[in-house]
């Protein structure tokens, strides 16, 4: 019934994953349809879910070898899997290279997030503004971010900074009459901002946006690129720190009230910071191949099976890094005779070895979702364990740093007390000699 009554690939698509009959992590269905059906092509549809839509055709071995192979090439992604284990492990080819870059630009794999929106106001007596944050995060970025519960929790918070420039100036462009940000100059931007951004403690990693109103001298200011083009998106990502989206204010008229009411896109601003998110969290999904043809992300900005490649890779990353991070502690114990292991991080080692082991178990069981969380679990055991506060005391201060602490203060000392033996030496023998002479 529901195969007739859609309209689209995509409703359809859609319609089957509200039955809930296969929508696991990591699961993934496969439906083949009429030679007759107008709602396919010849290609390859991948929906948005973990479903794949295939039309019949007499040669059903050739579909069988053709849906396997672009489930592994491009919905389980198992070459970026075997790269990310080749980069962490500290192997390199030139696919690990290139994904080298994308690792350097996301964040680090945790368990929580802070992400901070900010709008800065260059000049607030010459312009009052209004972003309507809150209603934006709920609209554009919360379902996004359900999406990826399983992956890691995310605190937002939002702030409005005033009288806070760029730090550097732009060049004005003759030819086009625009006032020009170079790809040198960002960087210098990022420093000055930063230094204004509110700051309160916390150990999660936090991922900085901010929307930078252009004064009413530098309007209109745009970013440029290596050929000196404009960039459509104005806007620029720094790794594993954020991004910023300038955007210009009408010019001031004369006799104009200040301050100047302005209201931030906050469609268009959302829609950039929504791409640079997936960016710093790992979310690289490159071009399809031209027999492939997949539905957008929609609303939440995610696909399912996006998710799932994000899952993996992690999870990998996890398992190799927790791994090395036993084996450090390990060689440690060795080159450290005198060091102690109380019951505290013994019981750390044992929850990551047991960890790492179980989330090994679960993956080759086909579980995900608990495998993740497994991987995720030994990774924390294994740092809390190798970063004790019981075990940082002797890695700083290991025996041949006592001596070199030491010596000096009692070398200088123990100079006397010998002397003073040898007088004392020669003294009982003294008195030995006149008692039996």
Known sequence: MLFNKAISLRDLDDGLTALKVLDEYGSYTVYVLSQTSQLLGEKIHLGRHRNLFAKS?????????????????????????????????????????????????????????????????????????????????????????????LFADFRIESQVLYNVELGVRPKHNGQTSLNELQQDDLPHTINHIETRLASYVSTNPTLHFIVYLATDQDSPLHIVNSDGKPLASNAFLSPRWGGLVLQNVPRLLPNTTLPQSFTVNMQVVMSVF????????????????????????????????????????????????????????????????????????????????????????????????????????????????????????????????????????????????????????????????????
Do not use: C
Request: glycine share 4%; proline share 4%; no cysteine.
């Open 57 to 149: 055709d007499k040669d059903l071995n050739g579909i069988v070898t053709l849906l396997a192979s672009t489930v592994r090439r491009n919905v389980v992604n198992e070459q970026a899997v075997y790269e990310m284990l080749n980069l962490t492990g500290g192997a390199s080819t030139l696919e690990s290279l290139e994904l080298a870059k994308e690792s350097m630009r996301a964040v680090k794999s945790t368990s929580q997030y802070d992400i901070v929106f900010s709008l800065i106001n260059p000049n607030p007596r010459q312009l009052r503004a209004s972003w309507g944050i809150e209603e934006a995060i709920d609209t554009y970025l919360r379902r996004f971010l359900a999406k990826l519960s």
């Open 274 to 437: 929504l791409s640079q998110l997936r960016l710093l969290l790992g979310i690289n999904t490159k071009e399809m191949p031209a027999d492939i043809e997949r539905d957008p992300p929609g609303m939440s900005g995610v696909r399912d099976w996006e998710v799932d490649v994000l899952l993996r890779q992690r999870a990998v990353e996890n398992l190799v890094t927790a791994t090395q991070t036993l084996q450090s502690l390990a060689e440690l114990l060795k080159k450290i005779s005198n060091i102690v292991i109380n019951d505290d991080v013994g019981e750390k080692v044992k929850l990551a070895t047991e960890s790492i082991e179980q989330a090994h178990l679960l993956f080759s069981e086909g579980d995900m979702k608990k495998g993740f969380l497994m991987s995720r679990q030994g990774l924390t055991a294994a740092e809390q364990a190798f970063f004790d506060p019981s075990l940082l005391a002797l890695l700083y201060f290991p025996d041949d740093q006592k001596f070199a602490i030491y010596i000096p203060l009692f070398l200088p000392i123990s100079i006397p007390v010998i002397l003073s033996l040898k007088h004392l030496k020669y003294f009982f023998r003294r008195d030995a000699k006149e008692k039996t002479a």
